[in-house]
């Protein structure tokens, strides 16, 4: 997120991260303009290029912080005895990660429908579970990029509904229903 270790950059970087959070809530990405974020963080244009090079800049920094996040607890998933508890051990992190955020992740998806940081989420979660795949089944017929991706669709369409409040299950009831789904023997 921040740029160095200074105490004033860190709080500026944080001031326009928030301030872009909240302009997500209720425009879409293409239509922020910069003089809108820095008035939102209490910046001026000046402080904003010298953090960023232009909103885009800003943004991809975002999602490095989101992607950063997500790897960290993603790799606390090492010492589980099959690919099922694997799995759900994966869709745990990705929920509570994402029902600490649930309000941003709501509002890319109100205003923002192809989303970059889904994108970035499910590249993240594929990365995880093909290194996974890999090293667990050598001797597996079908391609661990194939069973990731055959796996994290059905995942993701169901955490979006969930993020959306489409179809009114709760976190707890959509684990319960993805871990009757997930087989035992998933390779």
Same mark, same amino acid.
């Given at each position: 997120?921040?740029?160095?270790?200074?105490?004033?950059?860190?709080?500026?970087?944080?001031?326009? !991260?928030?301030?872009?959070?909240?302009?997500?809530?209720?425009?879409? !990405? =293409?239509?922020?303009?910069?003089?809108?974020?820095?008035?939102?963080?209490?910046?001026?244009?000046? &402080?904003?290029?010298?953090?960023?090079?232009?909103?885009?800049?800003? !943004?991809?920094?975002?999602? %490095?912080?989101?992607?950063? %996040?997500?790897?960290? /607890?993603?790799?606390?998933?090492?010492?589980?005895?099959?690919?099922?508890?694997?799995?759900? =051990?994966?869709?745990?992190?990705? &929920?509570?990660?994402?029902?600490?955020?649930?309000?941003?992740?709501?509002?890319?998806?109100?205003?923002? =429908?192809?989303?970059?940081?889904? &994108?970035?989420?499910?590249?993240?979660?594929?990365? %995880?579970?093909?290194? /996974?795949?890999?090293?667990?089944?050598?001797?597996?017929?079908?391609?661990?990029?194939?069973?990731?991706?055959?796996?994290?669709?059905?995942?993701?369409?169901?955490?979006?509904?969930?993020? /959306?409040?489409? %179809?009114?299950?709760?976190?707890?009831?959509?684990?319960?229903?993805?871990?009757?789904?997930?087989?035992?023997?998933?390779?």
């Amino acid at each position: 997120m921040a740029k160095g270790t200074d105490l004033r950059i860190v709080k500026t970087d944080r001031a326009i !991260f928030e301030a872009l959070i909240r302009l997500l809530a209720v425009s879409s !990405f =293409e239509d922020l303009k910069v003089s809108r974020i820095c008035k939102e963080a209490m910046v001026n244009r000046t &402080t904003f290029y010298s953090h960023f090079e232009d909103k885009y800049a800003l !943004f991809q920094s975002f999602i %490095d912080y989101l992607k950063h %996040d997500l790897k960290q /607890r993603l790799a606390t998933n090492e010492n589980l005895i099959n690919t099922k508890e694997y799995y759900i =051990e994966v869709i745990r992190i990705l &929920t509570d990660n994402i029902g600490e955020k649930k309000g941003l992740f709501k509002a890319l998806l109100a205003h923002n =429908e192809v989303s970059i940081v889904l &994108t970035m989420v499910y590249r993240t979660l594929k990365e %995880d579970i093909v290194q /996974r795949l890999e090293k667990d089944s050598a001797q597996n017929h079908i391609s661990a990029r194939f069973i990731a991706n055959y796996y994290l669709g059905a995942v993701c369409h169901v955490v979006v509904g969930w993020i /959306r409040e489409d %179809d009114g299950y709760t976190k707890e009831e959509m684990i319960k229903y993805l871990e009757e789904l997930i087989p035992e023997k998933i390779f």
